[in-house]
């Protein structure tokens, strides 16, 4: 069965970091990556990395503060958010798809999470 479960969601002032966490199981995946929904708004994406972790890619709105990784070795997929702003609160969700190739576009992701809040106070 396959699952990918967030974790490390939470309040934090404007200026601050959090690290979340997307355990996966169930299969070897490809291009995993981390969406977010914001109130009100469409589900956006935020990043996405490559089966090797050697090709990353951003949205323009979090290049430069949010770096993502993988451990393979323990199925799971990191997003380091930092200097993080009051727009980008949303439920983040974390994605895969068994494509080696990385993906950017929502429709491409198979699996997804339940999703974790992360809310900034400005």
């Known amino acids: 069965q396959v699952q990918l479960v967030e974790s490390g969601g939470g309040l934090v002032q404007a200026g601050g970091s959090l690290r979340l966490s997307c355990a996966a199981s169930?299969?070897?995946?490809?291009?995993m990556g981390w969406f977010r929904q914001a109130p009100g708004r469409e589900r956006e994406f935020v990043a996405a990395?490559?089966?090797?972790?050697?090709?990353?890619y951003y949205a323009d709105s979090v290049k430069g503060r949010f770096t993502i990784s993988r451990d393979n070795a323990k199925n799971t997929v990191l997003l380091q958010m930092n200097s993080l702003k009051a727009e980008d609160t949303a439920v983040y969700y974390c994605?895969?798809?068994?494509?080696?190739?990385?993906?950017?576009?929502?429709?491409?992701?198979?699996?997804w999470g339940q999703g974790t809040q992360v809310t900034v106070s400005s």
């Open positions: 994605a895969a798809d068994l494509r080696v190739r990385v993906s950017v576009v929502e429709a491409e992701y198979d699996y």
């Open positions: 169930g299969r070897t995946f490809g291009t």
């Open positions: 990395i490559s089966r090797s972790g050697g090709k990353t």
